[in-house]
């Protein structure tokens, strides 16, 4: 059971000593931890997906649409193709027409007249004639009644069959677009969506050389502030024991109390500068966490802090302004702002020429016209052709045309004023390039004078023939060469960086 314990508490230490352990971070790290943390730069990556739909979309331009429409109407009056006056002699049209039939009537009975008299005379009984005449009279007058029945019958049949229900109407189509010709539109929104999509990719790296270019400068901050404060410490300690040894003269009476207290002082100044150098160390640290998406509060140790030379190496780096013409991504992105104009000139020509289409789909109703008048759905096909040929606008389209061909000159002129911005760019960071490492070349070789200045006057201090301000002259003399040798390597380290942004070339 003890060994249980014992094995519990054994890792349980071990996992205390892993949440207090700090991590160790190259320049390449932070880096890549700085471009996923980085919020711009996902909003660069989410402006290329939408410039990239965006380009998909204006390719569906150059293929046919399909769209569906359905329709319900409801209206107060129908539609009616024949007056009221029409309605009505075709509903009376029997009745009418055995109104005009009475001359006829009249004939006939005049004819039976004639006919029972003929027949008297041949003997026929008078009481036969007037009862064949009856019953002639009688059928005729049945028929006539009939016939205008059946044709008051058949008027209204027409009545109804001409009436168009229209109250109530359902439409539907499928209908079929296919540009043939737009003047030129699509083709140039289909330029101009290729443009936006390099415009978003050119600005995603401008982005990430931006975020790269902090990126280093917060990491080479940390470590000079880290050399520095371990040259603090060392100046501290140095003085600190100067100080032992003044005081230790003063009891012999050696050295007065006026040396003593130019030394304090000088410890003084040393315990200052290492807490202001521990406080902006602390400040630089919590600002890399943020930039990289780590807690402000976590320890981390870079690996150029603990290295006692930086191993800088001095470049001689050549003039090439035409590399950072070629690569730098702000002026990638004013190209493409003048081509995206020219495009959008083209779109807004479009405009004023002919555009042509090929129509076509299926149409239904209800009532529908194809059969007479019918209450119930019918369709049919249809196939056109349309032609859209602006006439007069009031030079509406030359106007905006004008203005968008301002907008390109505009875009030409800041992308001439920007390249030379950027060779002026050039020519400056290489300088600084050249300047940093003769600004090195000296800090060694002061290095190198401090040093020795530094061992003389130990030396003759200690043999007594050189006085305690001589010493502490030597020692500030000494923090500064090592204090210019570390700006000095932190210098060359930035310049490097700021010419490969000047050029383009910052990955």
Same mark, same amino acid.
């Given at each position: 059971?003890?060994?249980?314990?014992?094995?519990?508490?054994?890792?349980?230490?071990?996992g205390?000593?892993?949440?207090?352990?700090?991590?160790?971070?190259?320049l390449?790290?932070?880096?890549?931890?700085? /471009?996923? @943390?980085?919020?711009?730069? %996902?909003? =660069?990556? *989410?402006?290329?997906?939408? $410039?990239? +739909? #965006?380009?998909?979309?204006?390719?569906?331009?150059?293929?046919?649409?399909?769209s569906?429409i359905?329709?319900?109407?409801?209206?107060?009056e129908?539609?009616?193709? /024949?007056? @009221?006056?029409?309605?009505? %002699?075709? =509903?009376? *049209?029997?009745?009418?027409? $055995?109104? +005009? #039939?009475?001359?006829?009537?009249?004939?006939?009975?005049?004819?039976?007249?004639?006919?029972?008299?003929?027949?008297?005379?041949?003997?026929?009984?008078?009481?036969?004639?007037?009862?064949?005449?009856?019953?002639?009279?009688?059928?005729?007058?049945?028929?006539?009644?009939?016939?205008?029945?059946?044709?008051?019958?058949?008027?209204?049949?027409i009545?109804?069959?001409?009436?168009?229900?229209?109250?109530?109407i359902?439409?539907?189509?499928?209908?079929?677009?296919?540009?043939?010709f737009?003047?030129?539109?699509?083709?140039?929104?289909?330029?101009?969506a290729?443009l936006?999509?390099?415009?978003?990719?050119?600005?995603a790296?401008?982005?990430?050389?931006?975020v790269?270019?902090?990126?280093?400068?917060?990491y080479?901050?940390?470590?000079?502030?880290?050399?520095?404060?371990?040259?603090?410490?060392?100046?501290?300690?140095?003085?600190?024991?100067?100080?032992?040894?003044?005081?230790?003269?003063?009891?012999?009476?050696?050295?007065?109390?006026?040396?003593?207290?130019?030394?304090?002082?000088?410890?003084?100044?040393?315990?200052?500068?290492?807490?202001?150098?521990?406080?902006?160390?602390?400040?630089?640290k919590?600002l890399?966490?943020?930039?990289?998406?780590?807690?402000?509060?976590?320890?981390?140790?870079?690996?150029?802090?603990?290295?006692?030379?930086?191993?800088?190496?001095?470049?001689?780096p050549?003039?090439?302004?035409?590399?950072?013409?070629?690569?730098?991504?702000?002026?990638?992105?004013?190209g493409?702002?003048?081509?995206?104009?020219?495009?959008?000139?083209?779109?807004?020509?479009a405009?004023?020429?002919?555009?042509v289409?090929l129509?076509?789909?299926y149409?239904?109703?209800?009532?529908?016209?194809?059969?007479?008048?019918?209450?119930?759905?019918?369709?049919?096909?249809?196939?056109g052709l349309?032609?859209?040929v602006?006439?007069?606008?009031?030079?509406?389209?030359?106007?905006?045309?004008?203005?968008?061909?301002?907008?390109?000159?505009?875009?030409?002129?800041?992308?001439?004023?920007?390249?030379?911005?950027?060779?002026?760019?050039?020519?400056?960071?290489?300088?600084?390039?050249?300047?940093?490492?003769?600004?090195?070349?000296?800090?060694?070789t002061?290095?190198e004078?401090?040093e020795?200045?530094?061992?003389?006057?130990?030396?003759?201090?200690?043999?007594g023939v050189?006085?305690?301000?001589v010493?502490?002259e030597?020692?500030?003399?000494?923090?500064?060469?090592q204090?210019?040798?570390?700006?000095?390597?932190?210098?060359?380290?930035?310049?490097?960086?700021?010419?490969?942004?000047?050029?383009?070339?910052?990955?």
């Open positions: 059971m003890k060994k249980f314990i014992s094995f519990g508490l054994l890792l349980l230490a071990v205390i000593q892993d949440i207090g352990a700090q991590q160790l971070l190259c390449d790290s932070c880096r890549a931890m700085a /471009l996923r @943390n980085n919020k711009q730069m %996902t909003v =660069s990556q *989410l402006k290329q997906e939408v $410039a990239a +739909n #965006l380009r998909k979309s204006a390719r569906t331009k150059y293929l046919p649409h399909v569906a359905g329709s319900y109407q409801y209206t107060s129908e539609v009616s193709l /024949l007056n @009221n006056e029409q309605k009505a %002699t075709l =509903s009376n *049209l029997g009745t009418n027409l $055995a109104g +005009n #039939l009475g001359g006829l009537t009249t004939g006939v009975n005049n004819f039976m007249g004639q006919m029972g008299t003929m027949l008297a005379q041949l003997g026929v009984p008078a009481a036969s004639i007037q009862q064949m005449a009856g019953n002639l009279q009688q059928n005729m007058q049945q028929g006539i009644t009939n016939a205008a029945g059946m044709l008051d019958t058949e008027g209204q049949k009545v109804d069959a001409f009436r168009t229900d229209t109250r109530n359902f439409a539907g189509s499928i209908l079929v677009t296919q540009p043939v737009m003047g030129g539109g699509i083709v140039a929104l289909n330029k101009l290729d936006n999509e390099e415009f978003a990719s050119n600005s790296s401008a982005r990430r050389q931006a790269v270019y902090a990126t280093d400068q917060a080479w901050q940390v470590v000079s502030l880290k050399h520095k404060q371990r040259l603090a410490e060392s100046y501290l300690a140095l003085i600190k024991k100067f100080d032992g040894d003044v005081q230790k003269m003063i009891a012999e009476g050696v050295a007065t109390k006026s040396d003593g207290l130019s030394v304090s002082v000088k410890v003084n100044e040393a315990e200052m500068t290492l807490q202001r150098v521990n406080d902006g160390l602390v400040l630089s919590m890399l966490c943020q930039m990289i998406g780590l807690p402000m509060n976590d320890q981390i140790t870079l690996a150029d802090e603990d290295t006692k030379d930086l191993a800088v190496v001095t470049l001689q050549q003039l090439d302004v035409d590399r950072a013409i070629e690569n730098r991504p702000e002026l990638k992105m004013l493409n702002t003048v081509d995206m104009t020219k495009q959008a000139t083209n779109i807004l020509k405009a004023n020429l002919p555009q289409a129509m076509g789909g149409a239904v109703s209800n009532p529908n016209v194809l059969n007479g008048f019918e209450k119930k759905f019918g369709g049919f096909w249809n196939v349309l032609v859209r602006p006439l007069w606008n009031w030079g509406d389209v030359a106007y905006k045309v004008r203005a968008s061909k301002g907008a390109t000159a505009i875009a030409h002129l800041e992308l001439a004023d920007a390249r030379e911005k950027i060779e002026l760019q050039v020519n400056q960071n290489t300088f600084k390039v050249d300047e940093a490492n003769r600004r090195l070349t000296l800090a060694q002061g290095i004078k401090a020795e200045n530094l061992r003389t006057a130990n030396l003759g201090f200690s043999e050189i006085s305690p301000s010493v502490m030597a020692q500030t003399a000494w923090l500064q060469a204090s210019q040798l570390i700006d000095a390597q932190i210098a060359v380290k930035l310049s490097h960086v700021e010419l490969q942004k000047a050029l383009g070339s910052l990955e």
